[in-house]
């Protein structure tokens, strides 16, 4: 079945690191993929997407490439802020295969110190 | 306007109590999913519907588990004889369309089953 693969936390960096957070996927249509995140007490928001492949979603200064010769959506961004501190998800929607729902990785905690 | 809502919150019950969790989607979107958070983990799928018609039943994990929406609005996840092992987060997402895979998450109720 579909699975999602997300770099093993946590993860702290210091304020203006760089940062990635590595996200792999298995399906067996063709999905669509997205990053939701979490900050603490709060429930989850949906960050980015992209739906087809070499698509890039971004929001707030995140990136993500959708590779579908990699099959992977990693998170990136330039330069991260004690406010970015929070569990992100990486999750796929394989409409084509079927289903209508999501598919999550574990999630990556980071922690981003002053 | 508001957003997904769930009561309770928080729920504290004895094992073999049955317990229902409420789901208020965002007004008009046609679609409900029901997830399950363990603690450390990604949101696992567990059932969803399209308006009041249920698609999806996969996930619920045994027939103690049930999920109704029979408006086609609220919806009722009601576990039947609560065991240690169903303490979790029980998160609720609703989308505007059929096979939009865009989904908006509500707070969650957490369920503590002693």
């Known amino acids: 079945g579909d699975s999602v693969t997300q770099m093993e936390g946590p993860v702290t960096l210091s304020e203006e690191a760089f940062l990635t957070i590595n996200c792999t996927y298995t399906?067996?249509?063709?999905?669509?993929l997205f990053w939701y995140v979490q900050y603490p007490g709060e429930g989850l928001q949906l960050l980015l997407k992209?739906?087809?492949?070499?698509d890039k979603g971004s929001n707030k200064g995140f990136e993500a490439t959708y590779r579908k010769e990699t099959t992977s959506f990693h998170l990136e961004k330039g330069s991260v802020q004690v406010s970015d501190s929070a569990v992100y998800f990486c999750a796929l929607s394989d409409l084509g295969g079927g289903s209508e729902k999501l598919v999550f990785g574990k999630g990556t905690k980071l922690t981003v110190n002053p | 306007g508001a957003g997904v809502s769930q009561s309770p919150r928080y729920k504290v019950t004895k094992r073999g109590q049955d317990v229902a969790l409420r789901c208020d989607p965002i007004s008009g979107h046609v679609s409900l999913y029901w997830y399950r958070q363990a603690l450390g983990q990604g949101p696992e799928f567990l059932t969803y519907?399209?308006?009041?018609?249920?698609?999806?039943k996969s996930g619920l994990p045994n027939d103690r588990f049930s999920a109704e929406r029979p408006e086609g609005s609220i919806s009722t996840l009601t576990i039947q004889r609560t065991e240690q092992r169903d303490s979790a987060m029980y998160r609720c997402?609703?989308?505007?369309?059929?096979?939009?895979?865009?989904?908006?998450f509500g707070p969650g109720t957490r369920l503590t089953v002693l």
């Open positions: 519907f399209n308006y009041e018609a249920q698609q999806d």
């Open positions: 992209a739906t087809k492949a070499d």
């Open positions: 997402a609703s989308s505007s369309r059929v096979r939009d895979n865009e989904q908006f």
């Open positions: 399906a067996t249509g063709y999905p669509s």
